[in-house]
């Protein structure tokens, strides 16, 4: 068996793309991954169709050969979109190796280790408050709205769930604080103020009284402060027992000096490409859960990340906030690591992102892993085709 055709699609996802790869072999096998090419990663399909050529005619099954020969050819520029390129066909690869023995990905990996894997609801209001119109829901505009839907979330069985900082504006309105992604005012400083720290907490107990203690609670807080103001932030959340702080940063021993003084758990790395940009983090002992994104990295590299994490005694979340192949796709990682802490999903979404794919199973706040080959679902390439990009 070999490949023979590589082809990329795109679709409408309202703010953003899904993106898939289709990887036929020619006897007619079909292996699916999806990649992202929203928020940074624009170009990604070039890149993938522009490594194509090296992977016509090759042995999808001896998907770890093709992996090192494309890390070998593109050894100078290694990492990012180049590895996110990688990832991509990696995936679509371990798809066909699973289907072609009729058994699942995890079962490549020596079968699951948990077939119900606990989720959290990611991007909790922040999608509400930025996004409401593409979902057809109510948006989220004050800190009443926050609770509201903070209890409906308790009330759909999850038990954690994820926010963002949200702030009003000045018509009152709240609103996603993002200057690290130059979202408004407040880039490239990165600065913190009182204010800011007030309406966090306020934010922050809005959603503690409306869940009461035993619920999870996530905080996200980017790439949107430096050490300086991630400390005192770290400060502001510690009456609110998160269950971790979320920091993106790309220096180990910044991270560490935060971790050090943080009075709650600190996640990161979702950003970082490979084992090699992991090891320093967890040398310099900088975060408590390692956050793996198994589309950016693929499945395969994804569970090496995992294992040297599980040296440090680091438990990995999958970062999640794709569409329904990836949630797929990181239900197989979650399944299959022994140092698994729990996994992100985006359930708020546009209402036709479950033509594409089927929508994951979710009972009592938990993912029940699908038990059919490959990534146990099938993608609908029609429906996909019918939602071109605008």
Not at 128 to 156: F, L, Q
Not at 321 to 347: K, T, W
Request: glycine content about 8%; hydrophobic content about 45%.
């Amino acid at each position: 068996m070999k490949i023979a055709r590589v082809e990329t699609l795109r679709a409408d996802a309202g703010w953003r793309l899904f993106s898939f790869l289709k990887v036929t072999t020619d006897d007619g096998l079909v292996g699916w991954s999806e990649f992202s090419e929203s928020f940074g990663s624009a170009g990604l399909a070039s890149v993938i169709e522009a490594l194509t050529p090296l992977i016509i005619g090759r042995d999808p099954c001896r998907w770890e050969e093709v992996t090192a020969w494309l890390q070998v050819m593109t050894r100078q520029s290694r990492g990012g979109l180049n590895q996110q390129a990688i990832a991509a066909i990696e995936n679509a690869l371990l798809d066909i190796a699973a289907r072609a023995r009729g058994i699942s990905v995890a079962a490549l990996f020596g079968g699951p280790i948990r077939e119900r894997i606990p989720v959290y609801w990611s991007h909790f209001a922040s999608y509400r408050v930025r996004n409401a119109a593409h979902m057809g829901v109510p948006p989220i505009r004050t800190r009443a709205d926050v609770a509201r839907h903070a209890a409906e979330v308790k009330d759909r069985g999850f038990r954690a769930l994820k926010t963002n900082i949200l702030v009003p504006g000045a018509d009152g309105a709240l609103f996603q604080y993002s200057p690290g992604f130059g979202r408004h005012a407040g880039w490239p400083e990165l600065n913190w103020d009182n204010r800011l720290l007030a309406e966090l907490k306020a934010h922050l107990r809005s959603i503690r009284d409306a869940v009461g203690p035993e619920m999870g609670i996530h905080l996200d807080t980017n790439f949107h402060f430096k050490t300086e103001g991630f400390q005192r932030v770290a400060e502001a959340v510690a009456a609110f027992n998160l269950t971790w702080l979320e920091i993106d940063s790309h220096d180990p021993a910044a991270l560490a000096t935060i971790k050090r003084m943080a009075p709650c758990p600190i996640a990161s790395a979702e950003t970082l490409h490979g084992r090699r940009e992991f090891r320093p983090f967890l040398e310099h002992y900088a975060m408590d859960v390692g956050i793996v994104d198994v589309i950016w990295n693929g499945l395969g590299e994804s569970m090496k990340i995992a294992s040297l994490c599980d040296v440090y005694e680091v438990n990995c979340a999958p970062h999640n906030f794709y569409g329904n192949l990836c949630s797929m796709i990181s239900a197989q990682f979650s399944a299959c690591i022994p140092n698994f802490r729990v996994m992100e999903i985006d359930i708020d979404s546009v209402s036709w992102r479950d033509e594409f794919t089927p929508p994951p199973v979710i009972e009592d706040g938990e993912l029940v892993l699908p038990t059919g080959p490959g990534w146990g679902v099938e993608v609908n390439e029609a429906a996909i085709r019918a939602r071109p990009p605008r």
